[in-house]
């Protein structure tokens, strides 16, 4: 997995690259947790991931915790058949803001818990 | 018991030599060389004590006392005491001090030194060098110079330095006995490394013979042995020399050395085991033997022939069922007149299947709860767990299955002589460390075997990601981020995927294992979810002889 961020639109963008598991959630983990410390809005991009399992989707979890907690905006970006398949599994895709497109994040994201898919 | 102090001096207590004891023990104690500090301390007491003269007598290994320093006019050093002689033997038989006022008055007293030197003894005190029970010497003064006898505070004085010097003797004596120890322990490791490399190398994957050894504990009486002939053929032999130490192990190599050497000059194991039996008896190793199955593997045919001499019999599995390969002679190294007609050969077929042979560290290990024995039917019922797996994997596995679950308490030997015509099994198996780097291989292998059984891509999905669940909770709970091994197996049974992962971690209570409310949005507790969610029945199963945990996860592949 290759985790990558950038600053997009006044948002933390986290871009990630492969598959996301228990070798490499940790480090996933820090990534997010550091960003919502930070009080950023974030927004993780998840259209190149070919796999997750569930020590990956535990990170989203607690970051998108951690957003509520702070304020803040957390939105999962453009996730790819094999991520959504796992969010849907978990009924996740409920709880998440997730957006279709990774570009542009709109200027109003939509409310936590409101897909836009 | 000592006559009272005729000095009688009041204020007169050891305290008043607290300076020199604290001296001599600060030297015994940084002392390097404990002989020369005495000598030290003899000199020291001579002067404080005010005697004339003064010896340290210390006991030598036959038995006798010898003086090892002497201070005064006449030099005794060298001088050795035959038992029972004079006031030095008192005081190291009773191992308690003696005082003499009067020599002339002491029935004990032995002028035989004063005689040869001309020195005259009027008033001695001696002083046991000892600790506890153990008796190491004395330290003698000679007459307290202005005619008076010695007092109790000199006794309290020699005393206080006999006593630490014995402690630097015993101190020095247990440093050197541990170095020692440790030389032989250095020893004893380098002999059991040098064994170890003897073994064979490890055999390619092709290969249709392995082997594998465990030991125990510092040098092994086990060996094995591969050795491919010209022709095509393969010989191998397993053993185990009765006894245990170096004499067993340079036996042990004696033995495996002429079977490299004597398989490719006879032909036939049973001919082979006789040629050594005859080696041996030349070499007349009393009081150890050794038991051995030689045999030779013809691979175009899946034939072996063997030969056994005392040994535990090999195990057949074919078909599904073990079959043990009676019959034999009396171990080698006994008598070589059991050995004057040949050692029956018996011919095998593997029939498809594989042939097992072990030594008896395998089947006398014992588990870790309940201490039964393993025993062979253990040994086989562990080995069928594994059957789809390659055979050196599977020796591998089976191995790591123990090394988790018994004690050994004795070297394991294990080879397995395997039918190279056989039809490969569908079914994958395959072993892997329970660490996170290799849950990508881990889900690669489900998938790659998913292509060879069938399937389509909502079949490998929904198994590759409950396999992966299973093995982070392997990985995480069974092992707790500890070392360890997973057991991957993937099969296709009627119209199922059937996935069985095994640990060889202390049993996980699965009603513990629960699978998170969904409505509780929190990290973690997803994984078991997930599998169930994906896989049509998930659930553990007893593991094979009661070792580690297996879980079993079925998927449909043509849904109802």
Redesign the interface.
């Known amino acids: 997995m290759n985790i990558t961020s950038t600053q997009r639109n006044g948002f933390a963008a986290i871009v990630l690259e492969g598959d996301v598991d228990l070798s490499c959630s940790s480090a996933l983990r820090k990534e997010l947790l550091e960003r919502t410390f930070e009080r950023c809005d974030i927004v993780v991009d998840l259209s190149r991931v070919g796999y997750i399992d569930s020590s990956g989707i535990a990170g989203l979890v607690e970051a998108y915790q951690g957003a509520r907690a702070n304020g803040t905006r957390f939105i999962l970006a453009a996730p790819s058949v094999p991520v959504l398949r796992v969010l849907r599994l978990a009924r996740l895709d409920r709880v998440f803001t997730i957006v279709e497109s990774v570009e542009p994040v709109p200027a109003v994201a939509a409310t936590p818990g409101e897909s836009l898919l | 018991m000592l006559p009272p102090d005729p000095s009688g001096a009041a204020g007169d207590g050891p305290s008043r030599h607290l300076d020199l004891i604290a001296e001599m023990m600060a030297a015994f104690a940084r002392s390097q060389d404990v002989e020369a500090t005495l000598r030290l301390g003899l000199v020291r007491a001579v002067e404080r004590l005010e005697a004339e003269a003064g010896s340290l007598f210390l006991l030598e290994p036959d038995g006798s006392l010898r003086c090892r320093a002497s201070v005064g006019p006449v030099d005794v050093t060298g001088l050795r005491l035959a038992p029972g002689t004079g006031i030095v033997w008192r005081t190291v038989e009773a191992n308690c001090p003696q005082r003499v006022g009067d020599t002339g008055r002491d029935p004990d007293f032995a002028p035989t030194i004063d005689d040869a030197t001309g020195f005259i003894t009027r008033s001695i005190l001696c002083a046991p060098v000892a600790a506890g029970p153990e008796r190491l010497g004395a330290i003698e003064l000679f007459n307290k110079r202005g005619g008076h006898p010695f007092s109790d505070a000199d006794l309290g004085l020699l005393q206080a330095l006999t006593a630490s010097a014995a402690l630097a003797m015993i101190n020095a004596r247990l440093l050197a006995s541990l170095a020692e120890q440790e030389m032989m322990q250095r020893d004893l490791e380098l002999a059991a490394e040098i064994q170890r490399a003897m073994l064979p190398p490890l055999q390619g994957e092709d290969s249709p013979v392995h082997g594998v050894n465990l030991p125990a504990r510092g040098v092994s009486g086990d060996f094995y042995e591969i050795v491919p002939l010209p022709d095509g053929r393969i010989a191998f032999a397993i053993g185990d020399v009765a006894g245990k130490g170096m004499k067993a192990a340079l036996l042990m190599a004696r033995t495996a050395s002429l079977f490299r050497c004597l398989v490719k000059r006879e032909d036939g194991p049973g001919r082979v085991l006789a040629a050594i039996e005859s080696e041996l008896h030349e070499t007349r190793l009393a009081g150890t033997f050794v038991t051995m199955v030689a045999g030779l593997l013809d691979v175009d045919t899946g034939r072996v022939v063997l030969a056994n001499a005392g040994h535990e019999p090999p195990v057949l599995y074919a078909k599904g069922r073990f079959v043990e390969i009676e019959g034999g002679m009396p171990p080698l190294g006994i008598d070589p007149r059991l050995f004057a007609d040949g050692v029956p050969e018996t011919v095998v077929d593997l029939d498809g299947g594989a042939l097992y042979l072990f030594t008896d560290g395998l089947t006398e290990a014992r588990g870790v709860v309940g201490g039964v024995m393993l025993g062979a039917a253990g040994v086989l019922g562990l080995l069928d767990a594994f059957t789809a797996m390659s055979a050196a994997e599977r020796l591998q596995t089976v191995l790591h299955a123990l090394g988790g679950a018994v004690t050994l308490r004795d070297d394991v030997t294990l080879m397995v002589v395997e039918d190279r015509t056989r039809p490969p099994s569908s079914a994958v198996q395959r072993l892997f460390p329970a660490?996170?780097?290799v849950?990508?291989e881990i889900?690669a292998t489900v998938a790659a075997a998913l292509a060879g059984i069938g399937g389509g891509a909502e079949v490998v999905?929904a198994c590759?990601?409950a396999t992966?669940?299973a093995c982070?909770n392997i990985?995480?709970h069974a092992y707790k981020g500890g070392e360890g091994d997973i057991v991957l197996h993937v099969s296709r049974e009627d119209d199922s995927v059937v996935i069985r992962l095994m640990d060889f971690a202390p049993p996980v209570d699965p009603s513990k294992i629960v699978s998170r409310p969904?409505d509780d949005?929190?990290?973690?507790g997803?994984?078991t979810?997930?599998m169930r969610?994906?896989m049509d029945t998930v659930g553990f199963r007893p593991p094979p002889m009661g070792i580690g945990n297996l879980l079993e996860m079925v998927k449909r592949i043509e849904s109802p």
């Open positions: 660490r996170p780097e849950l990508a889900r999905e590759v990601l992966d669940e982070q990985i995480r969904l949005v929190r990290p973690g997803l994984g979810h997930l969610s994906v």
